[in-house]
């Protein structure tokens, strides 16, 4: 039996799909876990929602983010290292798919700062916290679909400006940023107690890419290919297994799926592409 009780876990995204199934387990199991989310009314409610079915009470609140914003990172850390005094598990969770490119305020395109730099700066400024605690997790949800960066990343062109935009290949690349991420941040980050792996959940009917993001024609596919995807439960075992599973206690800078050792492509084994794209953040993110 896995016993988490005096465990804080921090879940972006956790209002909804895969995300609000990884906090309901983990709540399950015993752990103080904090929802980052943007929208405060679908947050509230999914805390009511996570209380109610697991009894966890007060172990289960919510802390705004905005992960399109630097600022609301820096707020969200500033707050939740106010809050408690470590972190157990980190899930990076959050994410997106956008039809068109669309600027964040501190000008980055949309895709690479949520899905990647925003979860860099997190995880950074919550080093500390992890720190704190002698086997703390860091679980970053990646994809399949890292293999739509055919091409591997253009270190000089991560915000999309110089090439015509296209929808899955930038999310391709944030899922690619993701793996390089996990694998640099397990050398980095050696000897530290800290572990990081990153997950691939699988084709999920959750609300992802059907919220207008890729358009009418995203919603009809979505419809569409429904039926024959797996549940927000189904979905969430793989990030529940890297965040809890004692065979995992000392495991750091893997690729997980099916709640397993995966092989991600040869691209997302590229140590000097790691290690630039973990340069090019820190500056553009000023932390790392």
Known sequence: MIDLDGKIAVVTGGNSGIGKETAVALANLGATVVIAARNATKAAAAVKEIQERTGAGERVRTMPIDLASFASVHAFATAFTGAYDRCDILCNNAGLVLRKRIETEDGHESTFQINHLSHFLLTNLLR?????????????????????????????????????????????????????????????????????????????????????????????????????????????????????????????GRYLARSAFATPNKRAGDDTTAAKLWQISAELTGVG
């Open 128 to 252: 500390e916290h992890l720190a704190r605690t002698d086997s703390a997790r860091v679980v970053t949800v990646a994809s399949e679909a890292h293999k739509f960066a055919r091409k591997g990343l253009v270190l000089d062109d991560l915000d999309w400006n110089r090439r015509r935009y296209r929808a899955f290949a930038a999310y391709g690349a944030s899922k690619l940023e993701n793996i390089l991420f996990t694998r640099e941040l397990a050398k980095r980050w050696e000897g530290s107690g800290i572990t990081a792996n990153a997950v691939h959940p699988g084709f999920v009917g959750s609300n992802f890419g059907r919220e207008n993001d890729l358009g009418a024609l995203g919603n009809v596919y979505m419809r569409i290919a429904r039926p024959f995807a797996k549940s927000n439960a189904q979905g969430a075992l793989t990030s529940i297994y890297a965040c809890t599973s004692p065979q995992l206690e000392n495991v750091t």
